[in-house]
């Protein structure tokens, strides 16, 4: 029959364009700060100017006088509610408003509930607070230091300002492997805090409605179910009077993923003053208090025997902030920074991770980064490069002898993970033939006689992301599974209902998509749904690039349950046995006879109007997955840097991107996350920093000394691809949204360093501003 | 954005927006492109009582040449800079400035008056202008008086402007038949404040320097003018040694201090580097002019 | 942020330990500070207001003398500022010495300055340099309260204390006024 020769399903590997951007780029997306409710109050926060203080007393009389104000809402206050406290998501708790001290700069301490934005802004400017300057600690070196404050003293027993101590691999293989090593090559280096900065900040209006005692909270979350739950257990509601709507969000990158006392206090003040209230923080309040990432003092050291890696150890001290907040499976102290062997087959490795306390912000969520992967891949792609030099070598060379080969998959890793796939020379050889690498290499020599730098760094990435398995990997106890809920109506039009939720990646588009492979249906025939905890099935989250890899395998399973079922209605509408079915591209036909054959839409109608004896009506399924194990996308990226000797600037020639992530959904969506992660890895290379003056100021509170890149400075990417299905997904699927930003940091830095290794240069800094290359120039003694 | 309560006016003659400059006194505020002051009271480190909007009176956004020089009206926007054919060429400092100064959506409404009366010494037009020999003109209810730069810039975001006075117009000498000039700007993102800046504005005469004019952003408490620099120039060829001469006093004029941008001793470097650069280009734009 | 300041004067180090502890003196000479009340002999109020064009920023400061070594001919005064609209806090910790040198006065003046809140955020750096020079100004106006004549004293307080625009004042007339007050000296 010709017709279904015609019909051309736009499932896997097709670029749909994005079905949710005509809402977005016409201004009618629906954002938290677009709701407005009847009676709707407003909060805003006083925050702490100093990083460590003992509160002496909070006088708030002059900003409750203030007409139009409704409450001022003090730690004391929330104390006598037992909700000054919040648990966090690595076990620690978290001072909702501070009641004792304040910890680090821009920490709450009191809020203010107006009937406008402006009159509560007014109102916190006239709260008096005495506070007991104390000593600030803004380095994990000095909290450890003999006599350091104790920052946590709030906690029973606590006398220093060590979080925890972790290791993984093994320290005995790894001391042998470095005793029988050749060389031992060593790097110390610091991945500088930064902030993920979505382009929304966080906010919500919670809504506890006083007859019913539903609390309705419109919140800007990466994980709706798992806020939900955690909701429950904080402030005592039943969960199932509790409903969390995650509207449109503008950027999450991570920063959307823990709960901030902004959520606990406007939910509180609704139940309080039975009205809703809305809590939008401004830009400020963003970067110095909400979840920054990084942040991590790096020592690597590698052993090399006969030109190959027998050996790594990794030594790692993290920054935590006041509160252990990072966002993190409950068993990984350190995230997943295990990952550390990278590409490389490494016999022998062992990692030592501390925590400690400081006088800064808390969180550690993982900045498009799947749980301190990035930190992990950026130590080791600049040890790899660090080693090449001292061995005398090019750097591209040292890495293909020592990748794990093709034929080793799986490939269980010093540390302990279970690699499932990759061809990590294919995708090398990819980028160097795009790059014109010998050419480039040549060049640089000639360059370098006329007195011209040019720099030419790689990075070789391996992460690990789409978390679980279950069993493994939890999330404050809850397992990292989600569901997907998938309903076919009558005319054949689909609603599917997931558990993770959107921030910008396309998940409307993607996930219609696969729908639209396993069941023949056209993608915009399927709305996909999210964000309502009411109305969609239970599971963690988008955050760690898990979206397709758990999510988009459980719609692809219950997708398939609902084919089995159509299968059978199939059966009954052409009056043959299920067996005797073949199915292809929406429809099923009876083998040897094509023309016997009923649509996916037809079987959809018949599953309300005529169903075999017995059968259950209607067409839909649930799925819960559970991922057998992560999966553990690559790529190869190259950077072509050029220095000017003056300034200390260096310009960006060229970037090429070779990208793995096995099966790609929709290859333009695919591609449009590389180079959003490509802008944020180049923008931590270059320039966003989260510092800390000695006095404990936060320096990068704003927009314009946090610097994020504009399209001016943003170099063009040459993208390319290389495709090795993951062996357990069920769609041969990996996770991507995350790649470039673990992938392009440690590329761009080394091709800064690239152009002045010839004189020594062995480690710059992040962000490599030019001042520092300046410094360094004149070091190498090429200044100019 | 949530600022602290203010009055707002907009007026439609001057007369009327220096009457009520006259009432509010120091509690006013003139509002032009408002790309610094609003930002500063979003923040809330300006609270004034009132704001004067002055982009409804008529007739302050004329920028044009005349016999004297340039005539840049108090609504002139950076845009109109960047975009003015008159800017090319001899007064190429001013030409390479604007399109400099922060993103397109700042140059859209900023002006180049109140970039000035505002004196942030990492403003941009504040060294170009100075490079190029301008004064302002500022009319109060006494009238109306001229002042040069060098008199205008006191010291971070202070001005010897009364809070009465309006700026109503900039003035640039002309410089010559042959002249040239650039501005060059280390910034670390566009949109970013000048980590250092270097204004370069060049007449020449006879094959040699006549007035030359380098002046400094962001390295001292106000647009910085090279003194020395612009003596050593003024009569000279503007050979490699005189270029370099000049670079090494305008380097010693910076009073730079260390911060999260780079020490003191990188910028005064880049001073250096910035200025020889801006000297080969401005006598490569005059040799151009002269064509 | 640790400022050093000395100076020289003809004065005899009696006088100058005199003004260095009257407080009521000492406080005008910071730019823009006023006294509002002594409150016991040792502690005082003081309201600073910094003045920068449209930025402007009023500190209730609490003045306190913490230490006094007479022998030594050394005063410590600790400045606890708070921005009255909550946009940042200043500590500042002056340490003041005497030391008689060529028959005159060498005063040393140490302040530990922390500032926190928006005020040290949005600075830009430039917060760093203008603390550095009002303090710098404030170590100017005490030498001038050595000088010879009343009238430059006098003038030099009545500079900083104005509440407007203290800071433009020290960059122009009070600048030349001692610029002409080391002229005069120099002759």
């Given at each position: 029959m010709a017709v279904s020769e015609d019909r051309v399903v736009r499932g896997i590997g097709h670029s749909v364009k994005r079905f949710e951007d005509g809402r977005f780029i016409r201004g009618r997306g629906n954002y938290v700060d677009d709701i407005v409710l009847p009676r709707m109050l407003h909060l805003e926060f006083l925050r702490s100017p100093l990083a460590h203080a003992r509160i002496r007393?909070?006088?708030?009389?002059?900003?409750?006088?203030?007409?139009?104000?409704?409450?001022?809402?003090?730690?004391?206050?929330?104390?006598?509610?037992?909700?000054?406290?919040?648990?966090?998501?690595?076990?620690?708790?978290?001072?909702?408003?501070?009641?004792?001290?304040?910890?680090?700069?821009?920490?709450?301490?009191?809020?203010?509930?107006?009937?406008?934005?402006?009159?509560?802004?007014?109102?916190?400017?006239?709260?008096?607070?005495?506070?007991?300057?104390?000593?600030?600690?803004?380095?994990?070196?000095?909290?450890?230091?003999?006599?350091?404050?104790?920052?946590?003293?709030?906690k029973e027993g606590k006398d220093s300002n060590h979080i925890y101590s972790w290791e993984a691999g093994d320290a005995a293989a790894t001391e042998q492997a470095f005793a029988e090593a050749d060389q031992v090559v060593e790097l110390e280096t610091f991945y500088p805090r930064c902030h993920p900065a979505p382009l929304e900040c966080c906010g919500?209006?919670?809504?506890?409605?006083?007859?019913?005692?539903?609390?309705?909270?419109?919140?800007?979350?990466?994980?709706?179910?798992?806020?939900?739950?955690?909701?429950?257990?904080?402030?005592?509601?039943?969960?199932?009077?509790?409903?969390?709507v995650s509207p449109d969000i503008g950027g999450g990158f991570g920063n959307k993923v823990p709960i901030y006392p902004g959520y606990v206090v406007a939910t509180a003040a609704s139940l309080l003053l039975g009205q809703p209230v809305k809590w939008i923080e401004d830009r400020t309040g963003n970067l110095i208090s909400t979840g920054f990432a990084r942040d991590y003092h790096m020592r690597g050291e590698l052993a090399v025997k006969d030109g190959r890696m027998t050996g790594l150890r990794v030594n790692m001290l993290s920054d935590n902030g006041a509160f252990f907040a990072d966002a993190q499976p409950t068993r990984c102290k350190a995230g997943l920074f295990h990952i550390v062997t990278g590409s490389y087959d490494i016999p022998a490795a062992h990692v030592q991770t501390e925590g400690a306390y400081t006088n800064k912000a808390p969180g550690g969520v993982a900045y498009r980064c799947s749980f301190r992967v990035?930190?992990?891949?950026?130590?080791?792609?600049?040890?790899?490069?660090?080693?090449?030099?001292?061995?005398?070598?090019?750097?591209?060379?040292?890495?293909?002898?020592?990748?794990?080969?093709?034929?080793?998959?799986?490939?269980?890793?010093?540390?302990?993970?279970?690699?499932?796939?990759?061809?990590?020379?294919?995708?090398l050889d990819l980028a160097l033939e795009k790059l014109g690498y010998a050419d480039l290499r040549r060049e640089q020599a000639e360059a370098r006689e006329r007195g011209e730098l040019i720099g030419i760094g790689v990075a070789t990435f391996t992460e690990v992301v789409g978390a679980g398995h279950g069993a493994e990997y939890d999330i404050a106890g809850l397992r990292m599974n989600d569901g997907a809920e998938l309903r076919i109506h009558p005319t054949g039009k689909a609603v599917l209902k997931l558990s993770v939720k959107s921030q910008g990646q396309g998940h409307e588009t993607t996930f219609a998509q696969i729908v639209a492979e396993e069941l023949g249906l056209q993608p915009e025939d399927v709305e996909v749904q999210e964000g309502d905890t009411d109305h969609t099935p239970y599971g963690l989250g988008t955050y760690a690039s898990r979206s397709t890899p758990v999510s988009g395998a459980a719609t692809s399973m219950v997708a398939r349950k609902i084919r089995k079922k159509a299968q059978k209605i199939a059966a009954h509408l052409l009056e043959a046995s299920e067996d005797d079915l073949e199915w292809s591209s929406g429809r099923f036909s009876v083998k040897g006879a094509p023309e016997k054959s009923t649509t996916i839409q037809d079987i959809a109608f018949a599953a309300y109007t005529n169903i075999p004896e017995g059968m259950e009506g209607g067409l839909e399924g649930v799925h819960y997955y559970d991922p057998p194990n992560m999966t553990y996308p690559f790529g190869a990226y190259a950077v072509v840097v050029e220095i000017d000797r003056g300034t200390?600037?260096?310009?960006?020639?060229?970037?090429?991107?070779?990208?793995?992530?096995?099966?790609?959904?929709?290859?333009?969506?695919?591609?449009?996350?590389?180079?959003?992660?490509?802008?944020?890895?180049?923008?931590?290379?270059?320039?966003?920093?989260?510092?800390?003056?000695?006095?404990?100021?936060?320096?990068?509170?704003?927009?314009?000394?946090?610097?994020?890149?504009?399209?001016?400075?943003?170099?063009?990417f040459d993208l390319g691809m290389t495709e090795t299905p993951s062996p357990h997904h069920p769609l041969g699927a990996k996770g991507v949204g995350e790649s470039a930003t673990v992938g392009a940091p440690a590329a761009f830095v080394n091709a800064v360093v690239d152009a002045l290794a010839h004189a020594g240069v062995r480690n710059l800094e992040m962000p490599v501003t030019p001042d520092k290359v300046w410094v360094a120039l004149q070091e190498a003694g090429l200044g100019g | 954005m949530y600022p602290a309560r203010f009055e707002y006016h907009a007026p439609t003659s001057v007369d009327e927006a220096l009457a009520l400059l006259e009432r509010y006194g120091d509690e006013g505020k003139v509002l032009a492109g408002g790309q610094s002051l609003i930002p500063l009271m979003k923040l809330r480190f300006a609270s004034p009582g009132a704001l004067v909007d002055v982009n409804r009176i008529q007739g302050l956004d004329t920028l044009e040449e005349g016999p004297e020089g340039l005539t840049i009206g108090p609504l002139v926007r950076h845009r109109d800079c960047e975009r003015s054919q008159t800017l090319r060429g001899r007064y190429g400092v001013l030409a390479d400035a604007a399109p400099q100064i922060s993103d397109p959506i700042v140059r859209n409404l900023g002006t180049v008056a109140g970039s000035l009366a505002h004196a942030d010494p990492q403003g941009d037009w504040g060294s170009a202008l100075l490079a190029a020999g301008a004064e302002v003109e500022a009319t109060g209810p006494s009238g109306t008086r001229t002042i040069g730069l060098d008199d205008l810039f006191q010291g971070p975001f202070t001005t010897s402007l009364e809070p009465t006075e309006l700026v109503t117009a900039v003035r640039v000498p002309d410089p010559g038949p042959r002249a040239g000039g650039t501005y060059l700007k280390l910034e670390r993102k566009v949109g970013d404040f000048a980590t250092v800046g270097v204004a370069v504005h060049v007449s020449f005469a006879n094959g040699t320097v006549g007035r030359a004019g380098i002046a400094l952003t962001a390295v001292g408490p106000r647009s910085i003018r090279a003194t020395a620099a612009e003596e050593a120039l003024a009569g000279a060829t503007l050979d490699d040694d005189t270029i370099r001469h000049a670079a090494e006093l305008a380097a010693?004029?910076?009073?730079?201090?260390?911060?999260?941008?780079?020490?003191?001793?990188?910028?005064?470097?880049?001073?250096?580097?910035?200025?020889?650069?801006?000297?080969r280009k401005a006598a490569a734009a005059a040799r151009e002019e002269e064509r | 942020?640790?400022?050093?300041?000395?100076?020289?004067?003809?004065?005899?180090?009696?006088?100058?330990?005199?003004?260095?502890?009257?407080?009521p003196r000492v406080v005008p000479c910071m730019p823009g500070a006023t006294l509002d009340e002594t409150v016991d002999d040792s502690h005082w109020k003081a309201t600073m207001q910094v003045k920068l064009g449209p930025i402007g920023l009023t500190f209730a400061t609490d003045v306190e003398r913490t230490e006094v070594d007479e022998a030594g001919r050394s005063v410590t005064l600790v400045a606890n500022a708070r921005e009255t609209r909550n946009r940042g806090r200043a500590t500042a910790t002056v340490e003041s010495s005497l030391a008689a040198a060529n028959g005159g006065t060498r005063v040393d003046i140490v302040t530990d300055l922390a500032l926190s809140g928006s005020v040290a955020q949005y600075g830009r750096g430039m917060i760093e340099d203008i603390s550095s020079r009002m303090v710098t100004s404030f170590a100017e106006c005490l030498q001038a309260q050595l000088g010879e004549s009343e009238e430059d004293a006098e003038a030099a307080v009545v500079a900083q204390s104005r509440p407007i625009s203290g800071l433009s004042l020290f960059f122009g007339s009070l600048w030349r006024r001692l610029g002409r007050l080391v002229g005069r000296r120099k002759q």
């Amino acid at each position: 029959m010709a017709v279904s020769e015609d019909r051309v399903v736009r499932g896997i590997g097709h670029s749909v364009k994005r079905f949710e951007d005509g809402r977005f780029i016409r201004g009618r997306g629906n954002y938290v700060d677009d709701i407005v409710l009847p009676r709707m109050l407003h909060l805003e926060f006083l925050r702490s100017p100093l990083a460590h203080a003992r509160i002496r007393s909070i006088d708030t009389s002059a900003a409750e006088a203030v007409p139009g104000v409704v409450a001022v809402v003090t730690g004391e206050l929330l104390a006598q509610h037992s909700l000054a406290w919040m648990p966090t998501l690595s076990g620690d708790t978290q001072a909702v408003l501070a009641t004792d001290k304040v910890r680090f700069q821009g920490q709450e301490v009191a809020a203010v509930i107006a009937e406008s934005a402006y009159v509560a802004k007014d109102a916190t400017e006239l709260i008096d607070v005495d506070y007991e300057p104390l000593p600030p600690v803004t380095s994990p070196q000095q909290a450890l230091a003999e006599g350091a404050p104790v920052i946590r003293d709030d906690k029973e027993g606590k006398d220093s300002n060590h979080i925890y101590s972790w290791e993984a691999g093994d320290a005995a293989a790894t001391e042998q492997a470095f005793a029988e090593a050749d060389q031992v090559v060593e790097l110390e280096t610091f991945y500088p805090r930064c902030h993920p900065a979505p382009l929304e900040c966080c906010g919500c209006v919670a809504d506890v409605d006083p007859a019913t005692g539903k609390a309705t909270i419109y919140m800007t979350s990466q994980a709706p179910h798992a806020h939900r739950t955690l909701f429950a257990l904080v402030a005592g509601l039943p969960e199932h009077k509790i409903r969390i709507v995650s509207p449109d969000i503008g950027g999450g990158f991570g920063n959307k993923v823990p709960i901030y006392p902004g959520y606990v206090v406007a939910t509180a003040a609704s139940l309080l003053l039975g009205q809703p209230v809305k809590w939008i923080e401004d830009r400020t309040g963003n970067l110095i208090s909400t979840g920054f990432a990084r942040d991590y003092h790096m020592r690597g050291e590698l052993a090399v025997k006969d030109g190959r890696m027998t050996g790594l150890r990794v030594n790692m001290l993290s920054d935590n902030g006041a509160f252990f907040a990072d966002a993190q499976p409950t068993r990984c102290k350190a995230g997943l920074f295990h990952i550390v062997t990278g590409s490389y087959d490494i016999p022998a490795a062992h990692v030592q991770t501390e925590g400690a306390y400081t006088n800064k912000a808390p969180g550690g969520v993982a900045y498009r980064c799947s749980f301190r992967v990035t930190e992990a891949s950026y130590l080791i792609e600049r040890l790899v490069q660090t080693a090449a030099y001292e061995l005398g070598e090019d750097p591209v060379e040292f890495r293909r002898r020592n990748f794990v080969r093709p034929d080793q998959f799986p490939y269980k890793s010093a540390t302990g993970f279970t690699y499932d796939s990759g061809d990590y020379e294919g995708a090398l050889d990819l980028a160097l033939e795009k790059l014109g690498y010998a050419d480039l290499r040549r060049e640089q020599a000639e360059a370098r006689e006329r007195g011209e730098l040019i720099g030419i760094g790689v990075a070789t990435f391996t992460e690990v992301v789409g978390a679980g398995h279950g069993a493994e990997y939890d999330i404050a106890g809850l397992r990292m599974n989600d569901g997907a809920e998938l309903r076919i109506h009558p005319t054949g039009k689909a609603v599917l209902k997931l558990s993770v939720k959107s921030q910008g990646q396309g998940h409307e588009t993607t996930f219609a998509q696969i729908v639209a492979e396993e069941l023949g249906l056209q993608p915009e025939d399927v709305e996909v749904q999210e964000g309502d905890t009411d109305h969609t099935p239970y599971g963690l989250g988008t955050y760690a690039s898990r979206s397709t890899p758990v999510s988009g395998a459980a719609t692809s399973m219950v997708a398939r349950k609902i084919r089995k079922k159509a299968q059978k209605i199939a059966a009954h509408l052409l009056e043959a046995s299920e067996d005797d079915l073949e199915w292809s591209s929406g429809r099923f036909s009876v083998k040897g006879a094509p023309e016997k054959s009923t649509t996916i839409q037809d079987i959809a109608f018949a599953a309300y109007t005529n169903i075999p004896e017995g059968m259950e009506g209607g067409l839909e399924g649930v799925h819960y997955y559970d991922p057998p194990n992560m999966t553990y996308p690559f790529g190869a990226y190259a950077v072509v840097v050029e220095i000017d000797r003056g300034t200390g600037q260096w310009k960006v020639r060229k970037v090429v991107a070779v990208d793995d992530c096995g099966v790609r959904i929709n290859p333009m969506i695919v591609e449009g996350q590389i180079m959003g992660g490509l802008t944020e890895g180049f923008a931590i290379a270059a320039m966003e920093l989260i510092d800390f003056d000695e006095d404990g100021n936060c320096i990068g509170a704003n927009l314009m000394d946090y610097l994020i890149p504009t399209s001016w400075e943003t170099p063009a990417f040459d993208l390319g691809m290389t495709e090795t299905p993951s062996p357990h997904h069920p769609l041969g699927a990996k996770g991507v949204g995350e790649s470039a930003t673990v992938g392009a940091p440690a590329a761009f830095v080394n091709a800064v360093v690239d152009a002045l290794a010839h004189a020594g240069v062995r480690n710059l800094e992040m962000p490599v501003t030019p001042d520092k290359v300046w410094v360094a120039l004149q070091e190498a003694g090429l200044g100019g | 954005m949530y600022p602290a309560r203010f009055e707002y006016h907009a007026p439609t003659s001057v007369d009327e927006a220096l009457a009520l400059l006259e009432r509010y006194g120091d509690e006013g505020k003139v509002l032009a492109g408002g790309q610094s002051l609003i930002p500063l009271m979003k923040l809330r480190f300006a609270s004034p009582g009132a704001l004067v909007d002055v982009n409804r009176i008529q007739g302050l956004d004329t920028l044009e040449e005349g016999p004297e020089g340039l005539t840049i009206g108090p609504l002139v926007r950076h845009r109109d800079c960047e975009r003015s054919q008159t800017l090319r060429g001899r007064y190429g400092v001013l030409a390479d400035a604007a399109p400099q100064i922060s993103d397109p959506i700042v140059r859209n409404l900023g002006t180049v008056a109140g970039s000035l009366a505002h004196a942030d010494p990492q403003g941009d037009w504040g060294s170009a202008l100075l490079a190029a020999g301008a004064e302002v003109e500022a009319t109060g209810p006494s009238g109306t008086r001229t002042i040069g730069l060098d008199d205008l810039f006191q010291g971070p975001f202070t001005t010897s402007l009364e809070p009465t006075e309006l700026v109503t117009a900039v003035r640039v000498p002309d410089p010559g038949p042959r002249a040239g000039g650039t501005y060059l700007k280390l910034e670390r993102k566009v949109g970013d404040f000048a980590t250092v800046g270097v204004a370069v504005h060049v007449s020449f005469a006879n094959g040699t320097v006549g007035r030359a004019g380098i002046a400094l952003t962001a390295v001292g408490p106000r647009s910085i003018r090279a003194t020395a620099a612009e003596e050593a120039l003024a009569g000279a060829t503007l050979d490699d040694d005189t270029i370099r001469h000049a670079a090494e006093l305008a380097a010693q004029a910076a009073e730079p201090r260390s911060d999260h941008r780079g020490t003191a001793d990188y910028k005064r470097s880049v001073v250096r580097v910035f200025t020889e650069r801006g000297l080969r280009k401005a006598a490569a734009a005059a040799r151009e002019e002269e064509r | 942020m640790k400022l050093e300041n000395s100076f020289h004067v003809d004065a005899p180090a009696e006088r100058a330990w005199d003004l260095l502890m009257d407080v009521p003196r000492v406080v005008p000479c910071m730019p823009g500070a006023t006294l509002d009340e002594t409150v016991d002999d040792s502690h005082w109020k003081a309201t600073m207001q910094v003045k920068l064009g449209p930025i402007g920023l009023t500190f209730a400061t609490d003045v306190e003398r913490t230490e006094v070594d007479e022998a030594g001919r050394s005063v410590t005064l600790v400045a606890n500022a708070r921005e009255t609209r909550n946009r940042g806090r200043a500590t500042a910790t002056v340490e003041s010495s005497l030391a008689a040198a060529n028959g005159g006065t060498r005063v040393d003046i140490v302040t530990d300055l922390a500032l926190s809140g928006s005020v040290a955020q949005y600075g830009r750096g430039m917060i760093e340099d203008i603390s550095s020079r009002m303090v710098t100004s404030f170590a100017e106006c005490l030498q001038a309260q050595l000088g010879e004549s009343e009238e430059d004293a006098e003038a030099a307080v009545v500079a900083q204390s104005r509440p407007i625009s203290g800071l433009s004042l020290f960059f122009g007339s009070l600048w030349r006024r001692l610029g002409r007050l080391v002229g005069r000296r120099k002759q």
